[in-house]
């Protein structure tokens, strides 16, 4: 039982690059969360997804595309990266029903 | 909209003394959980203590505690017997009790002096 699994941990990127950052839970969870997290600013939610097939913008979507195909993977794209995108990255997950979620451990994006 | 503030940016506490971190929050609704979360330099984030808003009994985990007072919408975070591992940046966060995802507060940075 691995978790919520994020990867990269690490990334540098340069403007105008896409990525992907990956985010897989393994607990059968419908819930699952992305937020970045900036100094001062605590976490605020990118995208969510209560179930699989269905997505929803949070308080800072923009500059950011989700997809959920199945219920394990939640994967969040940077069509364009900019320097106003170097954050650190959680993934989060919840089981229907239950109070709390579990995050990933993170990715660090850097943008130059 | 559901606000968290966190009016505390930085707190300082002696090894072995008590500590509050402050929280208010708010919402209309009447269904919701609240939590306090750990975020050593790990980066990793650790729940500390939750609480249910139905339950008018303050929530305790061994040295945490909450103080929770919901007419006035307030949920501090007190941390008894300060040990050095204490030592990290505390969210405050709410979930709104039916498709609620998490709001966080900015953060209370915790130094703990030995």
Redesign the interface.
Same mark, same amino acid.
């Given at each position: 039982n691995a978790g919520v699994t994020q990867t990269p941990k690490f990334q540098v990127l340069k403007t105008g690059q896409s990525m992907t950052l990956q985010c897989a839970q393994d607990m059968n969870h419908e =819930?699952m !969360?992305w937020?970045r997290q900036d100094p001062?600013?605590? &976490? %605020? &939610?990118i995208h =969510?997804s +209560?179930g699989a097939g269905i997505t929803d913008q949070?308080e800072v979507p923009n500059g950011y595309n989700v997809s959920r195909s199945t219920t394990e993977d939640f994967p969040l794209r940077l069509l364009s990266a900019a320097p106003s995108q170097t954050s +650190?990255y959680?993934c989060?997950s919840r089981k229907e029903g239950y =109070?709390? =979620?579990t995050?990933g !451990?993170?990715t %660090?994006l850097t943008v130059v | 909209a559901q606000t968290v503030t966190q009016s505390q940016p930085e707190m300082s506490v002696q090894e072995a003394e008590t500590v509050t971190l402050s929280c208010t929050y708010d919402t209309s609704e009447s269904d919701y959980y609240l939590f306090w979360y750990k975020q050593p330099p790990s980066r990793q984030m650790i729940l500390v203590i939750r609480q249910e808003a139905y339950k008018q009994q303050n929530a305790t985990e061994n040295r945490f505690s909450v103080n929770f007072q919901k007419a006035a919408k307030s949920f501090s975070l007190k941390i008894s017997d300060s040990q050095l591992g204490d030592a990290a940046m505390y969210f405050c966060a709410y979930r709104g009790g039916s498709q609620g995802n998490l709001i966080f507060g900015k953060g209370t940075k915790l130094s703990v002096k030995p």
């Open positions: =819930y !969360s937020y001062g600013m605590g &976490l %605020r &939610l =969510y +209560v949070g +650190v959680f989060a =109070y709390g =979620y995050f !451990s993170g %660090r | -």
